[in-house]
């Protein structure tokens, strides 16, 4: 079963405008950790968030913020005044306590965000 | 400090052969997690090694098998290739164990073209 849904395949957005890209999850774990991963167009992942169960509370780093709601199960990215260089792939990903592979991530699909000038 | 390095960045195979991929850790960082990446399935976890034991594996057949050297250093290796264990192979480092979950530092990967 799809543990970390990110329905928006792939996102267009003209400089400037203000972007957001969902996450829903799955989990019966009480304690699991949520994080936001960019993947530019040489291939590795760069780390933006990670956030734990138990901390509900919205973080803004910049031009980014965090959504996250237990009552929805979602953990939403918003980049704001969005940028050319922002252009990448999205990867939202659920690490849980008690599944078979230990803390291993579970990765969405991925959002493919386009900023064009 | 230097980033995780994977060798080789590009390699192509044919179906039947076998490979070798290489990830050099962040330095000090004792864990490291393998991650596949193809279209179709997006980014699934292999396994994980933390001081050169084995802790977690992923829905992978034993085809796939990795190991960590005493200085943190990991190879994967995957036995008579098929054309679907085309992807980018990923690789991350952490200073701890993943039960910390704490933040992995990917490489650039290393992409598996089997022919």
Redesign the interface.
Known sequence: AQKVTQAQTEISVVEKEDVTLDCVYETRDTTY?LFW?KQPP??????LI?R?SFDEQNEISGRYSWNFQKSTSSFNFTITASQVVDSAVY?C?L?EANSN??????????TSLLVTP | KAGVTQTPRYLIKTRGQQVTLSCSPISGHRSVSWYQQTPGQGLQFLFEYFSETQRNKGNFPGRFSGRQFSNSRSEMNVSTLELGDSALYLCASSLRASGNSGELFFGEGSRLTVL
């Not at chain 1, 592979?101 to 991925?110: D, M, Q, R, T």
Request: aromatic fraction near 26%; avoid cysteine; charge should be positive.
């Open positions: 950790y991963y040489s291939g590795e992942l760069v780390f990670r734990n990867f990903a690490s592979s230990g803390y291993a991530l579970n990765f969405g699909k991925g």
